[in-house]
């Protein structure tokens, strides 16, 4: 599966960088005035190891062998994030404090195999995931968006903070709406994001299961993040960690510990979704749910 998946994403980005290629004539040798390839460069190597790095170019040519790295690299990271995050969760809420959360109020553990399933679920996805930041990748290095790499390039950091926060407003109003749409629209509901709510109890529902979706969901409940750079400067870096985090906070609203977070969209909001199913589609923030009466909430 594993391998099917990086020929998968290898042919698409074959295909891709062909297309393209026609609408726009960049070419881009080794890593000549790109930083974002020599940054990529630089981090497949440290992640990779320089070696395997070297047997990818080897087998598959610079380009095809650059894109197939930032591919498994992804992988690795966007698992380890998975993987080290979520245990540190499991740790904390049934281990540490398993007690006060659980058994006093008398509240049921979640069973094994339910997280087994999350576990298996969320890293066959992951597969699929690693596949849209390396797409986005090619769009970036060939000039197609906004994206920036040095502030300077935006006139400083009043220019950076004033398009970083019109870029995060763009992405959480299209989340709400994509995730409500995955609601709204049966059709998307049920061959798409109802895999994800079949944890839909209490008991059932775990870290674990931040990432338990249909590779498709995931991708386009995460298509804004790339979707807004063609329309915002955006930087580089702020654009990887906002896209990367989403991870750990999708982690954390999961995890069914309930606790006053307003205007966050945390835990305590995010458990109604799940029970309810028609409300609390926003990511980070409750004020899309606010504006469009899609809020609810619980007595204290």
């Known amino acids: 599966m594993f391998f099917s998946a990086i020929l998968s994403i290898s042919l698409s980005i074959c295909i891709l960088s062909q297309s393209l290629s026609i609408l726009k004539d960049i070419t881009i040798n080794e890593c000549e005035l790109n930083p974002y390839r020599e940054f990529n460069h630089w981090a497949n190597r440290f992640i990779l190891v320089t070696p395997l790095s070297n047997m990818f170019t080897d087998y598959l040519g610079p380009d095809m062998g650059y894109y197939t790295q930032c591919y498994v690299r992804d992988v690795i990271v966007g698992s380890s994030i998975y993987w080290v995050t979520t245990s540190i969760w499991h740790i904390y809420i049934y281990n540490v404090y398993g007690n006060q959360l659980f058994v006093e109020p008398k509240r049921q553990f979640p069973s094994l195999n339910t997280i087994l399933e999350q576990q298996g679920s969320a890293q066959y996805s992951i597969l699929y995931y690693a596949g849209l930041p390396v797409v986005t990748e090619f769009f970036i290095e ?121 205007p966050l969209m945390g835990a305590k909001y995010h458990t109604i979704h799940h029970t309810y199913y028609h409300y609390n589609f926003g990511q980070y923030f409750i004020f899309c749910d606010w504006l469009w009466g899609t809020l609810k909430t619980t007595e204290k």
């Not at 019109?166 to 509901?189: D, G, P």
């Not at 702020?238 to 309930?258: C, E, G, K, P, R």
Request: aromatic residues 20%; hydrophobic residues 45%; neutral net charge.
């Open 142 to 262: 060939n000039g197609f968006t906004r994206t920036y790499y040095y502030i300077t390039d935006i006139g400083g950091w009043g220019n950076y903070i004033l398009n970083t926060i019109l870029y995060f407003i763009l992405v959480e109003l299209s989340v709400y709406w994509i995730h409500r749409t995955l609601h709204t629209n049966k059709f998307l509901y049920t061959f798409i994001h109802a895999q994800h709510h079949r944890y839909n109890r209490i008991n059932t529902l775990t870290p674990w299961a931040s990432l338990a979706f249909n590779p498709l969901d995931g991708v386009l409940q995460a298509s804004p993040y790339v979707i807004h750079l063609f329309l915002v400067p955006t930087h580089y870096f702020t654009f990887l960690v906002l896209l990367f985090f989403t991870s750990i906070w999708a982690i954390n609203i999961h995890d069914t510990v309930a606790f006053d977070s307003e």
